[in-house]
């Protein structure tokens, strides 16, 4: 209880602080209905070719193009910001106030930024996916959808741990923004099933940059394509890279030299 009542309080500074500067909400509800406009364009244009790609049927891609954009409104709200904000605490030093408080201080840094106006994304992509699901004749049954959670929590947990891993490098290295962006395009490539890509670029993002168990596992859950190895390499990763990057967070610690120093 005490970690969900630090998690509101921290929504509620986010949503006061967005609040000074209310037109980014219409910044960012154009900057979102622009991008769905674009991949649904994109989406139109292939499959006016053909009626599949990589095995997905349209309907299908439109369901992954609600996951990645849930996916990336999670990112964009909290977990980009909270850690380019840790990043910039680090190379300032002042993450001390962090240590100083009492409470874990990954868990502080992890939520110490929300973008309350990407929630835009979040709310878009639910309607993405519930209307492919729709027309698709919501044929999910409830093993599908625990299967699409559970997979879903997973995947954002991968996410989440390796963007933790890359912020912490900053406790070694000076400047380590070039690599997020390098992320951020990696991720842009997870709006298609990860199956039409090469083996070699199949492989980077699926176990280098882990967009795979992201968005096109628990796609593959809502469209009856998710095999038991899948979701159990989803939770082995996912508890793997959960323990790593606490390890990982830990190390870094012992580097850090800030303003107390």
Not at 45 to 62: E, K, N, P, Y
Not at 131 to 152: K, M, N, Q, S, T
Not at 227 to 239: A, N
Request: hydrophobic share 55%; glycine share 8%; aromatic share 14%.
């Amino acid at each position: 209880m005490y970690y969900l009542k630090l998690i509101w309080t921290f929504f509620r500074i986010g949503i006061l602080n967005e609040m000074a500067y209310r037109v980014n909400f219409y910044v960012q509800l154009l900057q979102s209905l622009l991008s769905l406009g674009t991949a649904i364009a994109g989406l139109a244009i292939v499959f006016s070719h053909t009626d599949t790609l990589g095995g997905w049927q349209a309907v299908d891609i439109l369901a992954l193009l609600g996951v990645f954009m849930v996916v990336g409104g999670v990112i964009g709200m909290v977990i980009s910001p909270s850690m380019s904000q840790l990043m910039d605490d680090v190379l300032r030093g002042i993450f001390d106030y962090t240590l100083t408080k009492p409470c874990d201080a990954q868990f502080l840094a992890s939520i110490s930024q929300i973008r309350i106006w990407r929630l835009t994304d979040i709310l878009l992509g639910a309607g993405v996916l519930i209307a492919a699901l729709i027309y698709r004749g919501l044929d999910i049954g409830p093993r599908e959808a625990l299967a699409f959670a559970f997979v879903l929590c997973t995947g954002g947990s991968i996410i989440y741990s390796f963007w933790l891993m890359l912020a912490t490098l900053t406790f070694w290295f000076l400047r380590i923004e070039n690599i997020l962006h390098i992320f951020q395009s990696m991720y842009e490539a997870g709006r298609w099933p990860i199956g039409i890509y090469p083996h070699w670029l199949r492989y980077i993002l699926t176990f280098l940059v882990p967009v795979a168990f992201a968005i096109t596992v628990p796609a593959e859950a809502l469209s009856g394509r998710l095999t038991p190895e899948s979701m159990i390499t989803s939770g082995l990763l996912c508890v793997f890279l959960i323990a790593f990057s606490r390890w990982f967070w830990k190390r870094g610690l012992k580097n850090y030299s800030g303003a107390s120093a």
